[in-house]
């Protein structure tokens, strides 16, 4: 039996690293509305070390992402997201944060796509 | 020993279930029904700790006292924040939300685009733009542009060459989509060999241009996008005619083959049959002409597997007659009846492009280029017979990736390039072969906001330049918001086409002198100059609209150059630099939207340029030290079914132009030392009526501003002093023109 539960620990441990993937590809929503907070959200991600690629998509908030998965996961790059401010589905930004924001990117107020603007 | 592992495992969990939190996710609906979501997330405000919901809707997350406001969203339901005080049970109704997922963005885009994030100094120019002045071919697509300067060439062609940074065209790359295309033997004639229907826009590089190019470009780049199948409409047809007698038909068809293919044909043709000669100087005002150029061009799209390919053919047959307005080529050539010229040109060209982004890494990926062009010039001039062919084979490498993360970038690779010329000048035959093999790499950083660099360096190793370094850098800075400053600096090397770039000497008495030392290229040593700038870019709104100051300088150094010297008017003097020669240039420009939909640009552009010429250091000849430019456009609001009406003004003002030196010429054939300052109007009414057609009226030249006498000795063109070379104004006068231009 403890060979068996070994053989599956091992197992295990092999599968695990083959799914950390070098170049894994991941989207999630990020609050933002012009195009500085496009920049201030592709490099807060690209900050993150592990993160080779991120692109924020103003009319649909989506961020995409290419990250080396031995380096860093989803929830590092969300709480650098919400360090600079800018809220995830699954983290917010503290208000100290958010309060950093230059005061068109309010996202809060209105989270309309102002790309035209800025 | 099983029990105690079974313990083991499961000791975690029944802690964590002690302390946690469980609860129920459910969508509300009216009944208040229990319906589970399966999949939605359940966060801990600012921490890492989360879970999803099961295939039921239930969850369990652990609890600490730190955390106190509970997240949980699903996509296409509006996100919650319970606050939660101590571990209980959750049950929660998440709403749908009401907001649409699509939102379709639109945004007018400016005719010319200045780049504030770019390391260089980029200007693009689109169609809309290029619309502004009914342009027959590239060289006339820059009037409206104040970055590039358009200077007459000769008497005879009244061909307009472009300068930037007070540099004529050779110093200038210029490029069809990434290929170095007027270049060798088409210098002169190049520009007009495209057709201006046929351009999609225009990327003007001010300064040092990027490695990835090549090593000749010293003053700038200008790279031309062509109509792509894929996007160009399906059936386009221009038809132009102007008061001058020139005809010009622009056709367009392109086809969707499949999802992947396309291909389209453009078809081009003009001539002018009528004779034109305004000042009565018995000679032609404008060439005679007949142009026909004709393309395929075959675009592969496959963005799943990542491939993109470009395959282009293109021919070429282009016919200029020049001279007296009675001279008739079959009779009178080689003869002293009537002096006459011509220009016969043939051209092929064949290019394919292939490029590959590597789908599961989208920063990564490469492109190769290879290039075929063959070019044949016979022409005569009077007595003097010039003909060139230029066999032109150019391949291209580039591999982009990154070093860490999108923020640091690299391109490199391999150029290969190979040039055959056979040349005849009248008895002397210059035939020769250039063989280049370079490598290049290029280096990019931004940090998204303030910095980005871009610095190159390439090795070539060429049979007549020999081996050498070329380091290119630009550097953007921006220090507060919309404002952008930028440096660059480069050095640039190439190997003069003496003749063919001067080809207008072969239309005067002048004797051909060249002062060898040696060098491998007509006995010259190649060129080489130092090109350093800095510009500013600073946007602004006034009156809630936008506009743009820029200011830039750049200076150019040559420590080699081959001199054009035409301070004698017996003779032109082709020697290697001694001494100094530089070009500074300092331009001033705004644009702003001064009124709605009324758009100005305006520049002011000062010249310094100068060379040791055999009498001294002088400034260049035929080129004002002070211009001015203006331009207004005025567009009505379109209508529903796209009808509009565009209206669009230019004002090109020249300041004094010293002459080359005629003192020694006979008193009725010296002109003074300087030139008169003079202003050129241009002005174009496009009347749109749907999408699919308008019509557009023009004039140039509007004042009827001339120079007038463009030919010296007009009397004698076999005489001692005939000189058609020193041209510094227009030789036709006001040109009325009017054009259509339908799409469906």
Request: net charge negative; proline share 3%.
């Amino acid at each position: 039996m403890k060979n068996i539960v070994f053989a599956v620990v091992c197992l295990f441990g092999v599968v695990t690293s083959n799914a950390q993937d070098k170049n894994k590809k991941m989207t999630f929503e990020v609050d933002g509305k012009c195009d500085m907070c496009k920049m201030r959200i592709e490099k807060a991600a690209l900050n993150v070390d592990g993160v080779k690629y991120a692109v924020w998509d103003i009319p649909t908030h989506q961020l995409s992402l290419i990250v080396d998965e031995h380096k860093t996961n989803a929830m590092e790059i969300k709480t650098a997201l919400v360090g600079v401010g800018h809220d995830t589905k699954e983290l917010k930004a503290s208000q100290e944060a958010y309060d950093n924001v230059h005061p068109c990117c309010k996202y809060r107020d209105d989270n309309t796509d102002d790309s035209e603007k800025h | 020993m099983k029990y105690i592992l079974i313990l083991f495992l499961s000791l975690p969990i029944s802690i964590i279930a002690q302390d946690g939190i469980k609860g129920m996710v459910m969508e509300a609906n009216a009944e208040n029904k229990h319906i589970g979501l399966a999949g939605a997330n359940v966060y801990w405000l600012n921490s890492q700790i989360g879970t999803m919901t099961k295939d039921d809707g239930t969850f369990s997350i652990p609890y600490s006292k730190e955390y106190n406001k509970l997240i949980i969203s699903f996509v296409g339901f509006q996100t919650d924040t319970l606050t939660i005080e101590k571990p209980r049970m959750v049950h929660h109704w998440l709403q749908p939300s009401n907001q649409l997922d699509e939102v379709v963005v639109q945004q007018e885009r400016d005719a010319i685009q200045k780049t504030y994030f770019s390391a260089q100094n980029v200007v693009t120019v689109n169609s809309a733009e290029l619309l502004k002045a009914a342009c027959c071919n590239l060289s006339e697509s820059f009037e409206t542009n104040p970055a590039i300067d358009v200077n007459f060439n000769d008497a005879l062609t009244g061909t307009k060459q472009i300068q930037m940074l007070g540099l004529t065209s050779p110093y200038l790359l210029i490029t069809q989509e990434n290929i170095p295309m007027v270049r060798g033997a088409s210098q002169a004639y190049g520009l007009t060999f495209t057709p201006g229907t046929w351009v999609e826009s225009i990327q003007i590089t001010k300064g040092a241009g990027s490695v990835v190019n090549g090593y000749e470009s010293i003053s700038g780049q200008i790279n031309t996008e062509l109509q792509k199948p894929l996007m160009d409409t399906p059936i386009f047809v221009n038809g132009y005619a102007n008061l001058n007698g020139r005809l010009e038909l622009n056709t367009h068809i392109n086809r969707k083959l499949s999802d992947k293919w396309s291909t389209g044909f453009y078809i081009h043709g003009n001539r002018r049959d009528v004779e034109v000669d305004n000042n009565d100087d018995g000679f032609l005002d404008a060439p005679l002409a007949n142009q026909i150029n004709i393309a395929n061009r075959w675009q592969y799209q496959n963005p799943e597997k990542g491939w993109v390919s470009f395959f282009n053919v293109r021919f070429l047959n282009d016919e200029k007659q020049v001279g007296q307005t009675d001279f008739n080529p079959d009779m009178d050539k080689f003869t002293t009846n009537t002096w006459g010229s011509k220009i016969d040109t043939r051209r092929f060209d064949s290019s394919l492009k292939l490029g590959y982004v590597f789908p599961e890494s989208p920063y990564q990926s490469f492109g190769f280029q290879v290039a075929y062009s063959k070019h044949k010039q016979d022409s005569f001039y009077g007595f003097n017979v010039y003909d060139i062919d230029h066999e032109s084979v150019y391949s291209n490498f580039l591999f982009n990736s990154i070093i860490g993360n999108t923020k640091n970038k690299f391109k490199t690779g391999l150029t290969l390039a190979y040039d055959g010329y056979d040349e005849l000048v009248n008895n002397q035959n210059f035939g020769r072969v250039d063989q280049s093999l370079g490598a290049f790499f290029e280096y990019s950083y931004t940090n998204l906001e303030k910095l980005s660099l871009t610095a190159g360096l390439r090795v070539d190793t060429h049979n007549r330049l020999g081996t050498f370094i070329t380091p290119r850098l630009h550097v953007r800075y921006t220090p507060w918001e919309k404002g952008s400053l930028r440096g660059s600096f480069g050095v640039g090397r190439r190997a003069a086409n003496i003749f063919a770039e001067n080809q207008k000497l072969f239309a005067s008495s002048r004797a051909i002198r060249l002062v060898q030392n040696d060098g491998n290229i007509y006995g010259f040593d190649a060129e080489k100059a130092f090109n350093y700038g800095v510009s500013f870019l600073q946007g602004f709104s006034l009156f809630n609209r936008p506009g743009n100051v820029t200011v830039d300088y750049y200076r150019t150094d040559f420590e080699n150059q081959v001199v054009v010297d035409w301070e004698n008017p017996r003779e032109v003097v082709f020697s290697n630099l001694e001494g100094k020669s530089f070009a500074n240039s300092l331009q001033f420009e705004i644009n702003h939207e001064v009124l709605p939909n009324v758009e100005l640009r305006a520049a002011y552009k000062y010249y310094d340029v100068k060379t040791d010429f055999q009498t001294g250091l002088l400034q260049k000849p035929l080129q004002a030290r002070n211009r001015y430019f203006a331009n207004i456009g005025y567009n009505t609001n379109e209508k529903e079914n796209g009808s509009q009406w565009r209206f669009d003004y230019t004002l090109h003002a020249l300041g004094q132009q010293r002459l080359p030196d005629t003192s020694s010429n006979p008193e009725e054939f010296r002109l003074g030392e300087f030139s008169d300052a003079y202003s050129l109007m241009n002005a174009q009414i496009t009347k749109v009526f749907s999408k699919k057609f308008e019509i557009y009226l023009g004039g140039e030249n509007l004042t009827n501003f001339r120079q007038n006498n463009p030919v010296l000795g007009a009397e004698d063109p076999f005489g001692a002093n005939f000189d058609t070379t020193i041209v510094f104004a227009p030789i036709l006068g006001r040109m009325v023109y009017a054009g259509f231009r339908f799409k469906s």
